[in-house]
């Protein structure tokens, strides 16, 4: 019976460390810190796709502008894009596509920015455009791969990334936390389990609803560290091959208690396994006639030729060197003439 029991157990603990989360009603910091880990570790290898849609308030507007009075009472901007993040390995893909600006204008070809770390470098197309023309499209390159994240990826959405942060730094030195199951938010029926860590100069407050299952999942999270808060919820997972992957989600932030800028994504495709991401989506093909930065060093490669095309279809007296090279000649002119005002007047005094 002893033997039974022992056995029991070793295939209790066996499956535990076979499956990828081992649920337990015990709840601790080094728990959750696991759990949330492990979840962000499942975006790797990752192909998703989805909508985002943006709004920056009249708030936002007013808090950043020169002259805050001047700006329209609704003044809100929405931006409804389209995105897509892949990652494999150490290979990393951002892409953020949305309508084009082109001299203020809207293009009919999208505006696409990508950028990608194949393992070696960061290269990016910037979606702009050399000398502010489209025909001369500009590159950067770096080996910090950390510029390749130029994007928010599913974990930073759902608020999995600052979570972990501050599970990891956690001190109990400079901070206080309070860990316990919570029967809901605002009497749903959902059972939670809740979390709030603050610093002890009150610089900055977490509070996390969790799900009280294997998973952990957010269902509500608020950050707040100085005059900002920021905010995860609507958050909704999809279990896929067991794993809990981001399906939707709303994120904000607020200043000073207004809502600055508001966040509503939902994912319209999905690959986590890594033999049906092509290799192909971690390169970008330059063009030859690209101009490239090299973002470490701060120099640039340029064919020439480009240049002069440009340069010899603007006119003469609209180029900017033309201008600056007729005050350099007129300051030297002036140079020469104080230079040899007492010979000038010299001469004019012997010929009187």
Known sequence: ??????????????????????????????????????????????????????????????????????????????????????????????????????????????KEDIYVFDGKLVINNNSAFYLNDPRYPLYSVSSDKMKAKAYESLSDLSGDTVLYRILSTFNPQKQRYELKKQGSIDNSSLGLIYLYIENIDQSEKLFVWLTDDQYRTINKLEFVSGRAKYTHDEVIYKIVNGYPILNSCKTSMFFDGKLNEEKILNVSFMELKGNKIPNSLFTIKIPKDAVVQNMDTGTSFVDTSIIKGYLDSIPLWKRPSFWLLGCVNLILIGIIIYSCRNNIKLLFTKKS
Do not use: H
């Open 1 to 110: 019976m002893q033997k039974l029991g022992l056995l029991c157990l070793l295939c209790v603990l066996s499956s535990c460390n076979n499956s990828y989360f081992c649920y337990s009603d015990e709840i601790s910091l080094d728990e959750l810190k696991n759990i949330v880990k492990q979840r962000i570790d499942i975006c790797n290898p990752i192909w998703v796709k989805y909508q985002l849609n943006t709004t920056y308030t009249t708030a936002f507007s007013k808090r950043i502008a020169n002259k805050p009075n001047d700006v329209a009472d609704d003044a809100n901007v929405i931006f409804d894009v389209s995105m897509e993040w892949a990652q494999k390995g150490d290979r990393l893909r951002f892409v953020c596509t949305s309508p084009g600006i082109f001299n203020g204008k809207i293009v009919e070809q999208p």
